[in-house]
C-alpha cells in the first residue's frame, strides 16, 4: 500500500509540473468529471461532476459507494458551491486554483453484520464545507485536485451515534 502511495504521490508532482500557463487552460472548459483514485486503497469509489457557473464559481455533484467488509457499506450523494480565490494573485478563474465553499451529503449507511442488533442501517444528511486546489494541464484537459471536506451530522441512527463525515482525496479529472 505503502508503494502505491508513494508511487501516486510521485505522479502527482509530476502532473503539477506541466501546469505552466495553467489559467489559460480553462477559459473553453465549463465541466469537469473526476475520480479520487487515492479512495480506491480503502475500499470507496468517489466520482464528481463539476459544472462552472460564472468566471469564479462551480456547482460540484458527487456520488459514491465504500464497502469495508464484515458487513458494513455506505452509498452518498451530494452537492458542493465553490467559490474560486485568486490568492496567490495566479490569475486563475473557475474550474482552476483554490476554491471554497459549503456542502451538502446524504448517506445511506447499511450494516448487516453480527453486530446489527448494535449498529444498525441508517440515513444521514450533513453539511459542512471543503477546500480544495486544481490544477489544470495538457492543453485545459486534464485537472489534479487535492481536497478535504468536513461534515456535521443533522440525523443520528437509533442509538444515537451520528456519522462525523470528513474527507480527503486527490481527484483526478478531464475537463470539457
Known amino acids: 500500500m505503502t508503494k502505491v502511495v508513494s508511487l501516486f504521490i510521485v505522479l502527482l508532482f509530476a502532473a503539477m509540473s506541466l501546469t505552466t500557463n495553467a489559467a489559460d487552460y480553462t477559459t473553453s472548459k465549463s465541466k469537469v468529471v473526476s475520480i479520487n483514485p487515492l479512495s480506491l486503497t480503502y475500499g470507496r469509489l468517489n466520482a464528481s461532476l463539476e459544472f462552472k457557473q460564472g468566471t469564479s464559481n462551480s456547482l460540484t455533484v458527487t456520488a459514491g459507494y465504500w464497502d469495508w467488509g464484515w458487513g458494513y457499506s455506505a452509498l452518498n450523494?451530494?452537492?458542493?458551491?465553490?467559490?474560486?480565490?485568486?490568492?496567490?494573485?495566479e490569475g486563475k478563474k473557475s474550474l482552476n486554483g483554490l476554491a471554497?465553499?459549503?456542502?451538502?451529503?446524504?448517506?445511506?449507511?447499511?450494516?448487516?453484520?453480527?453486530?446489527?442488533?448494535?449498529?444498525?442501517?441508517?440515513?444521514?444528511?450533513?453539511?459542512g464545507a471543503e477546500v480544495s486546489y486544481k490544477w489544470v494541464f495538457g492543453d485545459g484537459k486534464w485537472a489534479v485536485e487535492p481536497n478535504f471536506s468536513f461534515g456535521i451530522p443533522l440525523t443520528k441512527n437509533r442509538s444515537g451515534y451520528a456519522w462525523q463525515s470528513w474527507g480527503w482525496g486527490v481527484n483526478i479529472g478531464y475537463c470539457f
Open 100 to 127: 471554497v465553499g459549503p456542502r451538502a451529503d446524504f448517506y445511506y449507511n447499511n450494516y448487516s453484520g453480527s453486530y446489527s442488533s448494535i449498529y444498525d442501517s441508517y440515513s444521514t444528511f450533513t453539511i
Open 77 to 89: 450523494v451530494g452537492a458542493s458551491y465553490k467559490w474560486y480565490i485568486d490568492a496567490f494573485d
